[in-house]
């Protein structure tokens, strides 16, 4: 039943990022709600995490305490707190581009195809999240540096290096996950301060009432992609 | 054996060619020692790996050596493991061994040398040991990095229940280090002081991600860890089998075991090996695999099938004749010919087995639900004749085959269907009649039941009804009535008739049903007789009929408060006397009405017996509408005429009477009984359900009773309604009411004969004054239209004075006795010419009865409502003038005392000028020029107004 629920929200959270089905809302606000919405559920160690660690074993006690995030490896909220608004989007695309990467490669080691059902959800989810994420790029005036809609390439991440160790990756993918969950978390924060002080960008402020399918300015990822500047330690 | 020898020749050459080496050159032996020794680790599989060669051989020279290997751990003093290698050495040739070892490699430091020895039976002589080769070292700590901790061995793949070793190297010595099974400490031995080494020992399989093993330093963030997959047992493959269906290619299969575990690591082959050929494929499938038959194969088959895995191998095998497992296609070319009505041929076609194989086939024939098999032996093609098939009905047949000499498999089924060819009816249609009496005719209604499809043996395309007057055979006529209808309904004379019905399909006509319908209908008066039904139907039974009965048939209705009461029929033989009729339709209480008919020699049908139940009584359903009659002090009598008991659900075999009383014991002929409210009365039972009345006796006068009837069945009473409540009357008051009523009646009869007395006396002795209104002489008067001339109204007139007569108490006078007395008068208007003076005016008395309250001394108060004389008038009580007029000119009458003034009257004044009769004079006229009179009025009864007037007493009557 749980399952069920969850299904069903993950579907809901999907039909409303409505850049999925090929145009964005304009609509600031609804479109911040939304955003701040999905954050606060992709931050739910339920939708990943707790599932993962069940699967690979590591629920046991002195192994569960390592399972913590490794620090730098995700922006922490303060340097999320001070990128302006479009970095900050920036920021956001490409450090799920990188999420979505990683999950690819823990994919590979779980054997059961019911336990990969969690995965392929949270897969979903991150692409409809950077699809949003996109839409508000374009809300934003003035910006030259748009964020790309996804699917982004494989490419589009920094390729974790290769362990061989079955116990130490999966270690390491517990604590991706766990900073993963954390990353969200801060996310949602800086979206909810976004609709609480719509002024405070220091650079920009909304665009109103753009029109509908605006066009979208599609930059090579090769040549325009931001690095990431805040993925500073907490 | 020419080469043999020659090749035993150069061998024992050379060996001489050796020996005088030997002697001549070295003078002393030649030992064969293993040189280049070098030793690989694999890690992965914890392998040492070694190779070495032998250079001291002859060219081509070629001898059986046993090497002996050493391997050390740690420090090489320690010797773990010590192992004989037997093998065929060439000169020069790379030889190679591997050792797997239980520890890790990675766990401690190894060393391996070896030496050899000739182990030829040619050469006795060189059979000793060579020199020990120096100690080889593999060291894989050196190379592991500089990490703190490390455990081993990585990633490692075993199958449930096996025993493992784990170690873990650590770099610091001042660590505590801790390792953990799946959370639970493990303890280990201490190889070195930087490493421990933990045995598992019978590992169980948790996960399919596998087993987690980890130790921890007590001081830092150290924790490294290994994953040891643990696989379920690998299970050899089951129900091996292998199959052909043309002798060119055998189809195999087999059930894999379980699942290993969804390990991915874990990747299963399966191979199949024929030993009589030495082929070998491998298998596409996890679970089946063809093999293709060579033409000129034996037939023998010797299959090997081997399951592996990463971990383990598994192998079944499986020997037989390639014509012992032939499993045939299934029949082609599968026809059905020559249907007839109970024929029909069954062709068909098996692809051949050989040459000379004879296939076994099956026939099987399903219709109207039966089945029927047959077994035909065929070379290459089929045939078989299905008999004794019924006409018109629908069959499937199917065929499949076997080997005959081999059996090993049925074919597949292959199956047609067909249809056999109509013939005619086989069964007369079972035919019933009703007949009535209508206007002098006969309307028999004719009831055939249709024919089931054995008998029908097609579509009944209609059937035929011949009417023949037996009383003039030669008239006949024929009906024909299609389907679906099952009766019809013909008007006859009174002549007798034979009635012939026959079905008819597309082939032919059944045999004729007959029934015979009588001039007279022969319906005598019979009793009826109860039946009791039961869940199985009822059981009838009759007297058997002396003389020639052909038969007998029992007739109900299904529907009987139906008007088409779905009549329903039983044939029976004529020896039979009793039959059980059930339906489906019978319903509880639901009276059903049988009557069993003979039926003669001449096929007419005469009623035997009449026969009524119930297949399940129901208590009744209501109660009847019962009268209360000669309701005495003592007993009262009921009635229910109109109950109705045979439209009940049961048979009413009674009724119960309930009483109520305050008395505390029942009447005789009643017994207590509690109702379903726990009220406790008295219970009449009336035994007789014919009696429709019922008298309740023994009552106590002026007392209150309750009675409740209702009638019962075999099942029990009807439903409980509500009492009625019955008071009986007084001992005494029937007695009064014989006094009291003659008495009334007799007072009455009185009274109107003294009112036609008193209407006879005044009609002779004071007569009615005319009215003037009414007077002939009115119209003349109008119609001379003399205006001077009127008549004066008695309204218009104004009294002016009140004549008051005095009448002694006690004294009464006839009216014959009565004188004329001199009024008083009391003038009532002011003038004084009124009565003095002479003038225009004509003075009359006028008297106006009043009746006295009584016509004794008890007269007295006579109250008097304003309401009731709003009006002046003379026909209102006398009391209205004086009271219209004022309290200023008289005193009322109600204040006069009784006694002293008891009849009055008013003169009344008649003004000239008066107007409308119906209208009042407001202010009161001046008298002039008014005539006066007096006149007298009696007021009839029924004008008097109710409150002032009442019956004058007969000796009251005054004018």
């Keep these: 039943m749980l399952a069920l629920c969850d299904l069903g929200l993950v579907l809901g959270l999907l039909f409303l990022s409505t850049p999925a089905m090929g145009s964005c809302l304009d609509n600031y606000q609804e479109l911040l709600g939304q955003l701040q919405k999905q954050a606060d559920f992709m931050q739910h160690t339920s939708m990943l995490l707790d599932h993962y660690i069940s699967i690979q074993g590591l629920d046991k006690d002195g192994l569960k305490e ?102 130490q990756r999966r270690l390491e993918g517990c604590r991706f996950l766990h900073g993963y969950h954390r990353f969200m978390h801060s996310v949602g924060q800086v979206f909810r301060e976004w609709g609480q002080s719509p002024s405070r960008s220091r650079r920009h402020s909304p665009r109103r009432g753009l029109r509908k399918g605006t066009h979208r300015t599609h930059l090579s990822s090769r040549n325009k992609r931001l690095m990431p500047r805040g993925w500073l330690p907490r | 054996m020419a080469l043999f020898s020659a090749f035993q020749t150069t061998f024992l050459l050379a060996l001489l060619s050796l020996k005088t080496y030997q002697s001549e050159v070295l003078s002393e032996p030649l030992s064969l020692a293993p040189e280049s020794l070098e030793v690989s680790i694999d890690s992965a599989r914890q392998c040492l790996h070694l190779q070495w060669s032998v250079h001291n051989l002859a060219y081509h020279q070629e001898l059986k050596m046993v090497f002996q290997i050493e391997i050390s751990r740690i420090k090489t003093s320690n010797v773990i493991w010590v192992e004989n290698y037997s093998t065929t050495v060439k000169r020069n040739q790379v030889l190679r061994w591997s050792w797997e070892s239980q520890l890790p490699l990675e766990c401690a430091k190894h060393s391996v040398r070896m030496r050899g020895a000739v182990d030829d039976a040619q050469v006795p002589e060189l059979r000793f040991w060579s020199n020990w080769t120096s100690w080889e070292e593999v060291d894989v700590q050196s190379s592991l990095g500089h990490d703190p901790l490390f455990v081993f061995p990585k990633d490692k793949l075993v199958e449930e229940g096996s025993n493992v070793t784990i170690c873990y190297v650590s770099r610091s010595h001042q660590n505590n280090i801790s390792c953990y099974l799946e959370g639970v400490r493990m303890h280990g031995e201490q190889l070195d002081p930087n490493v421990c080494v933990f045995h598992l020992k019978n590992v169980p399989f948790i996960r399919e991600t596998g087993t987690n093993i980890y130790c921890k330093a007590d001081r830092g963030d150290v924790i490294k860890g290994i994953v040891l997959f643990v696989s379920k047992v690998f299970e050899e493959p089951k129900d091996f089998s292998c199959e052909t269906r043309d002798l060119k290619t055998l189809n195999c299969t087999w059930a894999p ?5 969804l390990l991915t690591q874990l990747s299963q082959s399966y191979t199949l090996f024929e030993s009589f050929s030495g082929k070998k494929t491998l298998c596409k499938h996890k679970s089946w695999c063809n093999w293709q038959v060579p033409p000129d194969s034996q037939e023998m088959h010797n299959f090997t099938l081997t399951a592996e895995n990463y971990l383990r191998k598994r192998s079944v095998h499986l020997l037989f004749n390639l014509t012992h497992r032939v499993h045939p296609m299934a029949p082609f070319n599968v026809f059905v010919k020559n249907v007839s009505a109970t024929n029909a041929t069954m062709t068909w076609k098996v692809h051949s087995i050989g040459n000379y194989s004879t296939l076994l086939c099956q026939i099987e024939l399903y219709g109207e639900g039966k089945v029927i098999q047959q077994n035909v ?18 069959y499937a047949a199917q065929v499949r085959c076997a080997n005959a000499n081999h ?27 009703n007949v009535k009496s209508v206007q002098g005719h006969c309307v028999v209604t004719l009831f055939w039941k249709p024919l089931s499809k054995l008998q029908a043996n097609g579509k009944i395309l209609f059937y035929n009804v011949v009417l023949e007057n037996l009383d003039r055979p030669s008239t006949l006529k024929l009906l024909s009535i299609p389907p679906p209808a099952n009766g019809t309904e013909l008007t006859l004379d009174q002549c007798s008739y034979q009635i012939r019905v026959t079905a008819n399909n597309s082939v032919g006509t059944s045999p004729a049903s007959i029934i015979a319908v009588s001039g007279d209908p022969g319906n005598k008066e019979v009793e009826e007789e109860r039946v009791k039904g039961t869940e199985d139907g009822f059981c009838l039974s009759w007297k058997p009929q002396p003389g020639d009965v052909t038969g007998y048939v029992v007739e109900w209705c299904e529907r009987p408060g139906d008007p088409l009461c779905d009549l329903q029929w039983k044939n029976l033989g004529p020896d039979t006397t009793s039959t059980v009729v059930s339906s489906d339709a019978f319903r509880p209480g639901v009276r059903y009405n049988f009557r069993i008919y003979g039926i003669s020699t001449e096929r007419i049908p005469y009623l035997l017996e009449k026969k009524t139940g119930y297949s399940q009584e129901l208590v009744p359903s209501d109660n009847p509408q019962v009268l209360m009659s000669n309701l005495t002090s003592y007993s009262f009598t009921l009635s229910w005429k109109d109950y109705a008991a045979e439209s009940q659900p049961g048979f009413v075999r009674g009724y119960s009477l309930y009483l109520k009383s305050k008395a505390a014991r029942c009447l005789p002929g009643s017994e207590k009984a509690v109702l379903s409210d726990d009220s406790i009365c008295c219970k009449y039972k009336i035994d007789n359900p014919k009696q429709k009345t019922f008298v309740v006796e023994n009552l106590q006068p002026a007392s209150f009773y309750e009675f409740f009837l209702t009638p019962y069945t075999s099942v029990g009473e009807g439903p409980q309604g509500a009492f009625t409540k019955v008071t009986t009357p007084d001992e005494y008051s029937h007695i009064l009411i014989r006094v009291i009523l003659p008495m009334i009646f007799s007072i009455l009869l009185i009274m109107i004969l003294c009112y036609l007395k008193s209407q006879w006396m005044k009609e002779k002795c004071y007569p009615d004054i005319p009215d003037p209104y009414k007077s002939s002489v009115l119209s003349l008067i109008k119609s001379k239209e003399n205006p001077r001339l009127t008549i004066m109204n008695v309204k218009d007139c104004i009294p002016d004075a009140i004549e008051v007569i005095n009448k002694q108490e006690g004294t009464r006078k006839s009216l014959t006795e009565t004188e004329p007395t001199k009024p008083t008068y009391l003038y009532l208007l002011p003038t004084e010419k ?15 009865y009043n009746q006295a309250a009584s016509d004794s001394a008890s007269c007295g108060h006579v109250p008097v409502t304003p309401k009731a004389q709003p009006q002046l008038g003379l026909l209102t009580s006398s009391e209205n003038g004086p009271k219209a007029l004022g309290k200023n000119y008289v005193n009322s009458l109600g204040e006069i005392p009784a006694g002293e003034t008891n009849l009055n009257y008013v003169s009344q004044l008649a003004s000239p000028m008066c107007g409308d009769k119906s209208s009042l004079p407001t202010n009161p006229p001046e008298p002039a020029l008014c005539s006066e009179y007096k006149t007298q009025m009696a007021i009839p009864m029924g004008l008097a107004s109710p409150p002032s007037i009442t019956l004058l007493d007969e000796g009251e009557h005054d004018h």
């Design chain 2, 257 to 261: 075991g379980s699942d290993a575990g």
């Design chain 1, 66 to 167: 390592h399972c913590q995030e490794r620090p730098g490896v995700f922006p922490s909220k303060d340097a999320l707190q001070r990128l302006s608004r479009q970095e900050f989007l920036q920021i956001l695309n490409n450090t799920l581009g990188h999420v979505l990467h990683r999950l690819r490669t823990l994919q590979k080691d779980i054997p059961k195809a019911q336990d990969l059902e969690k995965l392929n959800i949270a897969k979903l989810n991150i692409r409809g999240f950077k699809n949003n994420i996109h839409c508000m790029a374009q809300l934003l005036p003035g910006s030259l540096e748009k964020t790309e809609p996804t699917p982004t390439g494989p490419g589009a991440s920094p390729s974790p290096t290769p362990i061989s160790d079955a116990f």
């Design chain 2, 407 to 433: 059996f090993w498999k049925w074919s597949e089924w292959t199956r047609r269907n067909f249809t056999t060819a109509e013939a005619a009816p086989s069964e007369a249609p079972d035919v019933w009649r």
């Design chain 2, 377 to 394: 032996s065929v070379k290459v093609n089929g045939k078989h004749l299905m008999k004794k098939l019924e006409p018109s009905t629908e």
């Design chain 2, 834 to 848: 009124s009565h003095s003076g002479p003038g225009p005016c004509i003075c009359f008395e006028n008297f106006t």
